[in-house]
């Protein structure tokens, strides 16, 4: 084995290893922002700081215009912060049914 691949494995693992925590991706994008609170990061996204509660307690989950907005913000990609906050799925579940 190559030592590329090794190292691809051992990544792939590591974001497998991770159940989904929205407190980790949040907590991730304050240290990377230089932000002291979630008030600071609301504000920073231009969201309800209401939201970011709703977040952290499981009320709400993640849409992906949030998640846009964050990888906006943090200049880093939706699949990096997918990463984070441990979300496994190749193709993201919508929230709603598409009619054909």
């Known amino acids: 084995m190559t030592d590329t691949f090794i190292l691809i494995h051992t990544m792939h693992q590591q974001l497998s290893d991770k159940h989904y925590d929205p407190d980790r991706l949040l907590d991730t994008l304050r240290e990377r922002l230089g932000l002291d609170s979630d008030q600071a990061l609301a504000r920073h996204l231009h969201i309800c700081p209401k ?3 709703k977040i952290r307690s499981g009320e709400i989950q993640l849409s992906a215009t949030i998640l846009l907005c964050m ?3 943090a200049a880093t990609s ?3 912060l ?3 906050v441990g979300e496994r799925r190749r193709i993201p579940r919508r929230p709603y049914k598409i009619a054909a």
Request: net charge negative; charged share 35%.
């Open 82 to 84: 997918r990463g984070i």
């Open 78 to 80: 939706m699949d990096e």
């Open 51 to 53: 939201t970011i509660s």
């Open 71 to 73: 990888a906006e913000c």
